[in-house]
């Protein structure tokens, strides 16, 4: 395959960014789409020139490092992640514009790096579950209804990769953090703590400057683990619980 690429390169995040074309032309159909960017940076390191920055770990779609924009969609055309996407889901001949996430609270590091540590603040505010459930055995004999359970396990499946982020309109987190919020608060173990945890992770999302959620379920169709939007409506509901027990406390403890 011959393909023509239009890379977002930016030396550092103070500096001015800007796209850079190239022309790549040892492009194999069952390469990933992170293998085809390895070979052009092997091309580009022959000629001295400066390798593109771009994240990845695992490649294997469980890390949730990498992180591309292609062709105007968070990690490309389909919902998976960059390094499950191979170029055989592109035409030869093709042009294919790449640039990092772009949100305010994700700044650009480098070319396509940027800096997801916002998320990382967000699930540390949230703590974990303290309870002290035992052993294994112990904990697996508290009932849970298989559908709770499939529930956590689903919101439990997000990787972090901030598709979500990236797809919004208005660089909303609330997907992201509804997953986390969702995997604890549906079981019995992570309920007590839940509106405490809630609580500081909204504070900490809105602290990190990332926007609301208009209900545009871009973020949806863009997640790569296909995480629904109900959990944003738990988050919600979680949330409003949380600051009315709150406010219902301040009341009690007045009179
Ligand atoms: S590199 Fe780990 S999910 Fe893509």
């Known amino acids: 395959m011959k393909i023509t690429l239009k890379v977002w390169r930016q030396k550092n995040k103070d500096s001015k960014g800007a796209f850079k074309t190239y022309e790549h032309s040892h492009v194999s159909s069952d390469m990933s789409f992170l293998e085809m960017l390895d070979v ?3 091309a580009l390191i022959k000629k001295n020139e400066e390798p593109i920055a771009f994240d ?7 890390c949730g490092t990498c992180s591309l924009y292609i062709n105007g969609h968070p990690h490309g055309p389909l919902q998976t992640t960059t390094c499950q996407l191979h170029m055989r889901s592109f035409q030869d001949g093709a042009t294919i514009t790449i640039e990092p996430w ?5 700044p650009v ?9 916002a998320f990382d603040r967000i699930q540390q505010v949230g703590g974990y579950v303290n309870v002290n459930t035992g052993g294994v055995p112990d904990a697996n004999e508290i009932p849970i209804p298989k559908r709770i359970a ?27 953090v509804g997953a986390k919020v969702s995997q604890f608060a ?3 173990q992570g309920k007590v703590e839940k509106k405490e945890r809630v609580e500081k992770m909204v504070a900490q999302m809105d602290a990190e400057g990332f926007g609301s959620c ?3 379920y871009a ?3 863009e997640c790569p683990k296909g995480i629904k939007i109900a959990n944003i409506a738990r988050m919600n509901r979680e949330y409003f619980g949380a600051m009315l027990s709150s406010y219902q406390v301040e009341t009690d403890g007045g009179e």
């Open 56 to 62: 990845h770990d695992c490649r294997e779609g469980i």
């Open 150 to 176: 499939d529930e956590a396990f689903d919101a439990a499946a997000c990787i972090g990769c901030g598709a979500c982020v990236a797809a919004c309109k208005n660089a909303s987190a609330m997907l992201f």
């Open 109 to 117: 590091v480098k070319d396509l790096v940027v800096d997801r540590t």
């Open 214 to 216: 208009t209900n545009t």
């Open 102 to 106: 772009r949100a305010k609270a994700f």
């Open 40 to 42: 052009l940076n092997e």
């Open 219 to 221: 973020c949806e169709a």
């Open 186 to 188: 549906l079981l019995p």
